[in-house]
């Protein structure tokens, strides 16, 4: 059942931010941008994570695996030049996916406006293009672009991902939360979103959302360390703390992405723990 806006928010004193933060670590990576779009793997871990001081303690990062064959692909095409504005737009997106693999965002950037330039329709393009302007924080520009990309094709459930995406980096919580409930209520989409709708519960403060969207993901992946970090996390913001333990140990042994998660995790283990055994003496 769709979780509504009737979310029973807790209020804490609890500083909950500071690891809903550590949250997007590692749900950017695999929930919502890898956007992959015809096989250009854009992974952004850039959700504005910070550490306790404020300082950045992830940056955005680039995957080019996927993009590599689609580029050998494209030097054969290449050389045909067509001349259709399908065909123009074609060209420089995939001169923009070339871009990508060289590191050059800005020169992607000019190669997408210009497929969308020839031809609106090109979508692929248009996804891309929003993906990477949300990761420069370009957001006013993003914004527009993702927008007429739904009045042209409001059918296609990449773009309430990439709204809801750039609500939260607005600071729109809440819209985030309303457009990707939307979106799961009248569009085909996968476990992606639902993990994006968690992510946007915990930053609007909506735990017990968010644990229930978590609880039912691992119904159907157990084995998924991701969902028991966001899960431990909601609970630990909900001062849960026995729930908590159990959720961040279930993440820890499962083996989170990358050594800076696991340690956080095994941290908050740690006090915790700490934490619990001071109360019973």
Not at 10 to 35: D, E, K, R, T
Not at 75 to 89: D, F, H, L, V
Not at 237 to 249: F, G, I, K, Q, S
Request: glycine letters at 4%.
């Amino acid at each position: 059942m769709l979780l509504t806006k009737n979310d029973n928010r807790s209020s804490l004193n609890y500083p909950a931010a500071q690891y809903i933060a550590y949250l997007g670590i590692a749900f950017w990576v695999m929930l919502s941008l890898p956007c992959a779009i015809a096989g250009a793997v854009i992974e952004a871990t850039d959700i504005g994570v910070t550490d306790t001081d404020g300082r950045a303690v992830d940056d955005v990062s680039v995957d080019n695996a996927d993009i590599s064959q689609e580029v050998s692909l494209y030097k054969i095409y290449k050389t045909a030049r067509p001349g259709s504005p399908q065909q123009q737009a074609e060209r420089a997106y995939h001169d923009a996916l070339l871009a990508i693999t060289r590191q050059q965002a800005p020169l992607a950037i000019q190669s997408l406006q210009g497929a969308l330039d020839q031809y609106a329709q090109h979508h692929d393009a248009r996804k891309l293009l929003v993906a990477l302007l949300i990761k420069q924080d370009s957001l006013s520009l993003a914004e527009q672009i993702l927008d007429i990309g739904l009045q042209l094709n409001p059918a296609q459930p990449e773009y309430y991902k990439l709204k809801g995406q750039l609500l939260m980096r607005q600071g729109k919580h809440d819209e985030a939360v309303w457009v990707l409930e939307q979106a799961i209520k009248t569009q085909m989409v996968d476990a992606s979103y639902y993990a994006l709708l968690a992510v946007g519960y915990n930053q609007a403060g909506s735990y017990q959302n968010a644990v229930e969207v978590y609880r039912r993901m691992l119904m159907d992946e157990p084995a998924n360390a991701l969902w028991w970090l966001g899960l431990a996390l909601s609970l630990d913001a909900m001062n849960n703390v026995n729930d908590a333990l159990e959720a961040y140990t279930n993440a820890v042994e499962l083996n989170l992405p990358t050594e800076k998660v696991k340690l956080f995790a095994q941290q908050r283990i740690t006090t915790l723990v700490s934490g619990s055994v001071k109360a019973e003496g």
